[in-house]
C-alpha cells in the first residue's frame, strides 16, 4: 500500500471520527491535566549536620566511647524516630492536620518516619580504604515549607542533643564499672565510722531525756516556794508520763493527747495563779533539751541513710571483685593489671570529664534547614506533557477501535472487497429537513455528552488527586 493510500486513508478515517477522537483526546486530557493541577506541592528542607572528632588529641585523651559512628546514628535514629518523641512533635508542631481524624496515631506516626530520610556523607580514608562519615544530610518532606523547614531544624537538634546525651551516659558508665575493688576498705572504715557515729547519737539522746526528766522533776528556783502545792507537782508528773509515752507512740496516740490535755489544763491554771512569766521561766528551762533532742534524731536518721547507702556498696563489692578477677586472667601479674586498670580508671575519669564539658566527638549543624522556593513535587510540565501524548495516543485508539467494528461499507474498494458483484453507481446521502434536524440533534446531544463528561472527569479528578501525597510520591517515582 503506497504512500498516498495510507495517508488517504487516515484522512477518510478522520472525516469520519474526528468527532469522536475529539470527545476522547479533550477528556483525556481535561483528566491529565487537572490531576497534575490538583496534586499537592510536596517541599524538602535539608539540614547538614557536621561530625565533629575530638577537639584534644587522642595521643593524649583517649576515648571510653566504643563502637562505630554509623552505629549511633541508627541508635539515635531508633530512639529519635520512636512513637513517643514522634507524636509528641506531631502534636507540638500540628503536623497532618488532615489525617489527624481520619486515621490512627500509628499510621500517622509511620507517615512521618517515611518523610524522615538519613543520608550520611563519607570520606574515602588513605590508610584503611575504609569510608568514614564526616557528615550526614537529615530532610524532611511535607506541604508548608515553613513548618517542614522548622521540622527538619527541629531533628537535627534531636541529633546533637541525643549523641551527647549518649556520649556523656557511656562515659560515666565506663567509669562506673571501673571504680576500684579496693574502694571496698575505704567502705568499710566509713561505714564503721557511721556506726560508732550512730552509738553516740543514741548516747546523747539517752542523756538528753535525762536532762530533761531531771529538770521536770525539780522545781525551779522561782516557783520554789509552790512546790508542795498539789498543781505543781501534778503538772510535773504529767510532763515526765507525757515523755515517757512519747518515746513510746506517736504524738496521735490517745493517752498522749489525754496527758497533753491535763498538761494545758493545769497550766491554764497555774498562769492564772502564778506570776507572769513564771511558766515562761519553766518552758524555757526545758527548751533547751527538748530541742537537742529534736537535733539528734534529725542526725540520727542522716546517719541511718548514710550507713543503708555504704552498706549497699560492700554488698555489691564482691561482685565487681569478681568482675576484675575475670578480666584479670591473661595478664602477667595482678600488679601490672592493678596499674593498667588504674590507667584505664583515670583515663576514663578523664574521657568523662572531657565529654561533659564537650571537649570529645560531637555533631554540629552545619548547615540549617530553610523553606523551600520550589516544591519536590510534583513536576506538572512534565505530567501535562505526558497527559498530551497520553491523549493521542487515546484519541487515534478509539478511532482505529470504532472503525473496526463498524461493518458498513465507505468505498468501492470496502464493497468489491465483500463481494464480486459489479458495481454500477454509487449514490451520496440525500437528507431531507427530518434527517437533518435529527443529525443537528445528535450532534448538540454530543456536545452536551462531552461538556458533561469533561465537567465530571475534572471533579474526579480533584477528589482523586486533592490532598493525595501517595499519587505524588508514585508519579514522582515513575518519572524518576
Known sequence: ????????????????????????????????????????????????????????????????????????????????????????????????????????????????????????????????????????????????????????????????????????????????????????????????????????????????????????????????????????TKLAKLKRQLLDLRTRFSDKYPDVIRVKSEIAILERELAEAKPDGSLAVDAAALGDPDSEIKSLKAEEQRLRRDISTYQRRVENSPQREQEFQEISRGFESAREHYASLMKRYEDAQLAESMEQSRQGEQFRILDSAIPAKQPLAPNRTRLILVGVLLSLGAAAAAAVLAERLDTSFHTFEDLRSFTKAPVLVSIPLVANDAETTRLARRRWLATAAITLGLALVVVASYHVAHGNEQLVQMLSRGGS
Open 1 to 232: 500500500m503506497g504512500t498516498d493510500t495510507v495517508l488517504e486513508l487516515g484522512l477518510a478515517i478522520w472525516s469520519r471520527r474526528q468527532w469522536l477522537a475529539v470527545g476522547v483526546f479533550a477528556l483525556t486530557l481535561a483528566g491529565t491535566a487537572s490531576i497534575a493541577t490538583f496534586l499537592p506541592d510536596i517541599y524538602r528542607s535539608t539540614a547538614t549536620v557536621l561530625v565533629e572528632r575530638h577537639q584534644v588529641p587522642e595521643n593524649f585523651v583517649r576515648s571510653s566511647i566504643t563502637g562505630e559512628l554509623e552505629t549511633r546514628l541508627q541508635t539515635i535514629s531508633q530512639e529519635i524516630l520512636s512513637r513517643a518523641k514522634l507524636e509528641t512533635l506531631i502534636a507540638r508542631l500540628a503536623l497532618y492536620p488532615d489525617l489527624g481524624n481520619r486515621v490512627p496515631v500509628e499510621a500517622v506516626v509511620e507517615k512521618m518516619r517515611r518523610d524522615i530520610q538519613l543520608e550520611l556523607k563519607g570520606v574515602e580514608q588513605l590508610v584503611s580504604g575504609r569510608s568514614a562519615t564526616v557528615a550526614f544530610n537529615l530532610s524532611y518532606r511535607g506541604r508548608e515549607p515553613e513548618t517542614v523547614a522548622k521540622v527538619t531544624n527541629t531533628l537535627a537538634s534531636f541529633y546533637v542533643e541525643e549523641n551527647a546525651k549518649i556520649r556523656e551516659r557511656q562515659a560515666s558508665q565506663t567509669t562506673q564499672f571501673l571504680k576500684l575493688p579496693q574502694q571496698m576498705v575505704v567502705n568499710l572504715a566509713t561505714l564503721e565510722r557511721l556506726q560508732t557515729q550512730l552509738h553516740m547519737n543514741s548516747v546523747n539522746q539517752v542523756r538528753a531525756r535525762d536532762q530533761r526528766a531531771r529538770q521536770l522533776a525539780e522545781p525551779d528556783a522561782s516557783g520554789a516556794q509552790g512546790a508542795s502545792d498539789p498543781a505543781t
